[in-house]
T-cell receptor, first 116, second 112 residues
């Protein structure tokens, strides 16, 4: 199957700082990448959809100025949590969908963010 | 928004038993996907279904895309300890639609 990586796997930061999470598709070109947030014992909640070279589309209730998404190339998307607060602590997971795999999303391993 | 009703929410079984879980919706889906997630990891794709009535196997796992296109099931035969995890169904409403709709997940626990 397709391989999607995320970095870092876990990060601890102080309140007020910004954190950047990278998502890479390693063996295919991802025309679309998705960012999800998952709370303990819950399903995945879609935050935003990003297409390479264009602005991300955010889901209702997700602050675009707080969760900055950049999809500058066909293999890399980044999520920056700006001015993080303890309530932003969560498990963030990206997924990627690419040419030839149009209807299937492959997920990264996730990033555990803890804001102190 | 659109929702998938996944059941059961949790299962406690003995090693060697067969497992069955399903997802239903009031909406018609174009694609059904089944994922498994282990603690601290991202979901891993198990089976993808693209046509109504399609029955696909992946080792001990078998999944079917319902004829009505409103449901799908996943079966696991002869369960083993490494099958433990949370299983999610996900559906795509229209061809080419970008977003997936996820079920609430089925947590599988196996007693050795």
């Amino acid at each position: 199957g397709a391989v999607v990586s995320q970095h870092p796997s876990r990060v601890i930061c102080k309140s007020g700082t910004s954190v950047k999470i990278e998502c890479r598709s390693l063996d295919f070109q991802a025309t679309t990448m998705f960012w999800y947030r998952q709370f303990p014992k819950q399903s995945l909640m879609l935050m935003a959809t990003s297409n390479e070279g264009s602005k991300a589309t955010y889901e209702q209730g997700v602050e675009k100025d707080k969760f900055l998404i950049n999809h500058a190339s066909l293999t890399l998307s980044t999520l920056t949590v700006t001015s993080a607060h303890p309530e932003d602590s969560s498990f963030y997971i990206c997924s990627a969908r690419g040419r030839g795999r149009a209807d299937t999303q492959y997920f990264g391993p996730g990033t555990r963010l803890t804001v102190l | 928004g659109q929702q998938l009703n996944q059941s059961p929410q949790s299962m406690f079984i003995q090693e060697g038993e067969d497992v069955s879980m399903n997802c239903t919706s009031s909406s018609i889906f174009n694609t059904w996907l089944w994922y498994k997630q282990e603690p601290g990891e991202g979901p891993v794709l198990l089976i993808a279904l693209y046509k109504a009535g399609e029955l696909t196997s992946n080792g001990r796992l078998t999944a079917q895309f319902g004829i009505t296109r409103k449901d799908s099931f996943l079966n696991i035969s002869a369960s083993i300890p490494s099958d433990v995890g949370i299983y999610f169904c996900a559906g795509q409403l229209t061809q080419g639609a970008q977003k997936l709709v996820f079920g609430q997940g089925t947590r599988l626990t196996i007693n050795p």
